[in-house]
């Protein structure tokens, strides 16, 4: 199973603030932990949403609109990919996240990606259909 | 929290540190079937515990501080405690039971070789090649029995006692527990990359509708090979194995059909390849040929696989360089197989000439003797040289040598095709002669 990691925005860093030197080498061995464990796939941190855009479609029409955008919780700072076995044992990587960040108030988000397995029967049932055999019951 | 909340977030923490907590433990009384045992039952008070208490901030440290007590007893009754006290002094002495980080930053420092020492030796080749599979899985794995025996088809009490019979014979064995040195490690690594890619081939062979356990055995191979990929990251053939399952994986979605039938390689929809698994593939085989691995089995056949992987469509393969790395395959390890992959590419890259040449030299080969895909690739480049009666007879041989009916039922088609194809050529009326 594959699990999406959201480190929630704050204040600083939707300010651009540089990380401490202390953060940058926690978050390392914190990385290094989940790389070395074979769990982790990839990740990034992002930028403010200053530097940022959205687009939104009205009626299939789309709109762009630049940041920076309001409810920094409500926005992403970084991600990584996990592959692991369940999602408690991507909770319990999540729980040993280095606890200077964010001063220790940080918030970090935990979705499971779709996979093959979550797709494969409706396809065939999509295929079914085609051809007529699937009536509901 | 729950008891069954509990249970799951217990397995997960055991996944995570049960290799760690294991190789530590052996370390310190040098046999890994104690050490395991230790640590089931340290596992045990904490299904106890745990579901009370809530799991510890430092579940490892936890675990590992349990078990040593219980470690420390094992060792007394050997009456060898007095020799290992000298080496753990400096760990136990004066130090309370609350001081665990302290336990563990000792220990730290030998983490990654202990980890190392434990899959040197669940892989050791005095085991046999079950044995060895279902060790490294449950040691350094951290699957439990159950999930051992579901992704393996057979009963769970056939993989314990693989498991104690596996213990038992690298105790009465006498194997220490350490990293081969020398002239041995090269054949030891080759052992426990073998164990590896044995695992990843038995999860790739499972097909929709079997146990989810078992194509899960695609992801713990490549859990296990990054592991070691992190521990022996100067060995390139170590890359050259993550490289390879981290290209093969990335084709899983795309390999079966919507009603579970498989897809070949130049047939899939190359937009359900997972571009992340290509992306870290071709990284790690970058790694692999940095370390001076060009040449090894490993990294060739994963260079073969990041060619499919580089092309955006089949028609952009570079098939000439994927007959070259055969070539250069077959140069490290001979093998008729090997030969037959380099005529296909051949003929993919020059022509069905080129590569019937290769293959009419392969049909002298006993190996070869009941090998269905030789007269399968026969047939198919006789076809393509227009020569239909004898690829018909190529293509019925090859449906009668295969045992998988799918493949049956393609291989009788071909041959259908070739006799009606066959048969219009001969129905083409001759070209007028002068006196007409």
Known sequence: ?137 | MTVSDAHRAIDAVWRIESARLIAGLARIVGDVGAAEDLAQDALVAALERWPESGVPDNPGAWLMATAKHRAIDLLRRRSLLQRKHEQLGHELADRQESAVPDLDAALDDHVGDDLLRLMFTACHPVLSTDARVALTLRLVGGLTTEEIARAYLVPASTVAQRIVRAKRTLAEAGIPFEVPRGAELAARLSSVLEVIYLVFNEGYAATAGDDWMRPALCEDALRLGRILAGLAPEEPEVHGLVALMEIQASRSRARLGPSGEPVLLLDQNRARWDQLLIRRGLEALRRAEALGGREGSYALQAAIAACHARAHVAEDTDWERIAALYAALARTEPSPVVELNRAVALSMAFGPAAGLELVDELRSEPALRTYHLLPAVRGDLLDRLGRWREARTEFERAAALTRNAREREVLTQRAVECARREADALRVPAPAGPEA
């Open chain 1, 1 to 137: 199973m594959r699990f999406l990691i959201i480190r929630k925005a704050d204040t600083s860093t939707e300010a651009g603030v540089a990380p401490t030197e202390e953060l940058i080498a926690a978050m390392g061995r914190y990385n290094e932990e989940m790389v070395k464990a074979g769990v982790m796939l990839s990740g990034d941190g992002l930028q403010p949403t200053s530097k940022g855009a959205r687009v939104k479609f009205s009626g299939g029409q789309p709109r762009v609109i630049d940041g920076p955008f309001t409810e920094a919780k409500e926005l992403v700072a970084g991600f990584s990919i996990l592959q692991v076995n369940s999602k408690e044992e991507a909770i319990e990587w999540v729980k040993r996240w280095p606890q200077i960040d964010g001063g220790g108030e940080v918030e970090i988000e935990i979705r499971q990606l779709y996979e093959l397995e979550d797709f494969g029967p409706s396809e065939a049932i999509d295929r079914m259909r085609e051809v007529g055999f699937a009536k509901p019951r």
